[in-house]
């Protein structure tokens, strides 16, 4: 039961372009999102995050946008460099008993080209 | 301030074998996570140790264990090994039980032969 998609396994951009990765859920009960970054040999990191009272936050060159009535948020880079080609995940936070724990969508490389 | 170390980095073993995975948490986090990669996923969640007590489990067997000590590091103890197994093992800390602001470390790779 994937409650997080992202459909589009990689995504190749050109340096300068705009980047777009999408992700969709599936339970409603989920109330904040984040996108992580992870490079090889690396665990994933932190990049940005959106509670569901918002429909957009704003950091840098990165955007998330959340549209609640299609369960749909998307993670605008612009402009995409290069440090940017990575593997993006996104997450829902999810009670679980006594505890808080991050449901993972399958990730989506991205590569930016020059 | 030190990060989220895990050791070892890399680990062979062999069907039916038992393993121990490790983690010491940033400085001043309480609560550590445990989570599988396997190849082509997203991590999904084993469990969660707060103040050395689990308080929440994914949908992972009993085989799966863990502890957390007083200096709040933990192990990941995974008995009878199965090939499915094999997986980028991550673990988060975070300080307190909220997940907004937790640090991964760089995981342990484990394939299981």
């Known amino acids: 039961d994937q409650q997080v998609k992202q459909n589009s396994p990689s995504l190749s951009v050109q340096e300068g372009r705009i980047s777009i990765l999408n992700c969709d859920y599936t339970n409603s009960m989920f109330d904040y999102f984040l996108w992580y970054k992870k490079y090889p040999a690396e665990g994933p990191t932190f990049l940005i995050s959106?509670?569901?009272?918002?429909d957009k936050n704003e950091d840098g060159r990165f955007t998330v946008f959340l549209n609640k009535s299609a369960k749909h948020l998307s993670l605008h880079i612009v402009p995409s460099q290069p440090g940017d080609s990575a593997v993006y995940f996104c997450?829902?936070?999810?009670?679980?008993?006594?505890?808080?724990?991050?449901?993972f969508g399958q990730g989506t490389r991205l590569t930016i080209n020059p | 301030e030190t990060g989220v170390t895990q050791s070892p980095t890399h680990l062979i073993k062999t069907r039916g074998q038992q393993v121990t995975l490790r983690c010491s948490s940033q400085?001043?986090?309480?609560?550590v996570s445990w989570y599988q990669q396997a190849l082509g996923q997203g991590p999904q969640f084993i469990f969660q140790?707060?103040?050395?007590?689990?308080?929440g489990r994914g949908n992972f067997p009993p085989r799966f264990s863990g502890l957390q000590f007083p200096n709040y590091s933990s192990e990941l103890n995974v008995n009878a090994l199965e090939l499915d197994d094999s997986a980028l093992y991550l673990c988060?800390?975070?300080?307190?039980?909220?997940?907004?602001?937790?640090?991964f470390g760089p995981g342990t790779r484990l394939l299981v032969l």
């Open positions: 988060a800390s975070s300080a307190g039980q909220r997940q907004e602001t937790q640090y």
């Open positions: 400085s001043g986090h309480n609560t």
């Open positions: 959106i509670s569901s009272i918002k």
């Open positions: 997450a829902a936070i999810s009670q679980i008993q006594g505890a808080q724990k991050l449901v």
């Open positions: 140790y707060y103040r050395e007590e689990e308080n």
